[in-house]
């Protein structure tokens, strides 16, 4: 079964300095990873997907986010923060449906942004 | 493109009282669609895969005959939470796939409060 770690809780940086969010997944094939976003009280918006080729991938919002399969991890980075990224963050892994489309997302327990003016 | 919406927003009912959301796509034919719970402060939980015309396929844990899924035609699938409590006060949200193994698109969630 697959399953996805986010190790960082909450985490607060200041607007304008770097931020990356870590994760970690688990599966047993070839993963397709997303990383969303959600602000309070809203869905989810995604941010970038990586299901094959470049492993590093461009997202919405200046972030972007590098596979790489040898440390199973998928980390969300943004060279400058603005204060409107203050949001949960949602890394998921995406398994294959035998039939149908789209995949089922397990995703990570989340990690909390605060950014500081 | 590729629009999923989800109605109602929020919803308040009466424990013991049953409530039904809706998922939809709105510009085009999604195959299969997927139904996830989250509590409050928590992460998303798959809760369910249904594939237009089949029954639904429940993850192990989930109340099939509390949370009824109905997927009838490729741009529709119903939840419906039957005899609902203060316990099933969630935020829900479903997500529609179109192509085997691309993304699903989700919609805005329904938060539902039992009182």
């Known amino acids: 079964a697959q399953s996805v770690t986010q190790p960082d809780i909450h985490i607060t940086v200041s607007e ?3 931020l990356e969010l870590r994760c970690n997944y688990s599966y047993g ?7 969303y976003v959600q602000s309070p009280g809203q869905g989810l918006q995604l941010l970038l997907k990586y299901f094959s080729g470049d492993t590093l991938v461009q997202g919405i919002k200046g972030f972007e986010a590098e596979f790489k399969r040898s440390q199973s991890s998928f980390n969300l980075r ?3 923060v603005h204060w409107s ?4 963050y949602f890394c998921a892994v995406g398994a294959e449906v035998l039939t149908g489309g789209g995949n089922k997302l397990t995703f990570g327990t989340g990690t909390q942004l605060k950014v500081e003016l | 493109g590729a629009v999923v ?13 049953s409530v039904k959301i809706e998922c939809r796509s709105l510009d085009f034919q999604a195959t299969t669609m997927f139904w996830y719970r989250q509590f409050p402060k928590k992460s998303l939980m798959l809760m369910a895969t ?6 639904a396929t429940y993850e192990q ?7 009824l899924i109905n997927h009838a035609s490729l741009t529709l699938s119903t939840l419906t939470v039957t005899s609902a409590h203060p316990e099933d006060s969630s935020f829900y949200i479903c997500s529609a796939g179109q192509t085997v193994n691309t993304e699903a698109f989700f919609g805005q969630g329904t938060r539902l409060t039992v009182v």
Do not use: M
């Open chain 2, 50 to 55: 249904s594939n237009e015309g089949s029954k």
């Open chain 1, 85 to 88: 990224d203050a949001a949960e």
């Open chain 1, 29 to 35: 094939a070839t993963p397709y990873l997303f990383w």
């Open chain 1, 78 to 80: 943004k060279p400058s």
């Open chain 2, 61 to 67: 844990g989930v109340e099939k005959d509390k949370f």
């Open chain 2, 5 to 17: 919406s989800q109605h109602p927003s929020r919803v308040i009912c009466k424990s013991g009282t």
């Open chain 1, 16 to 18: 304008g300095a770097s």
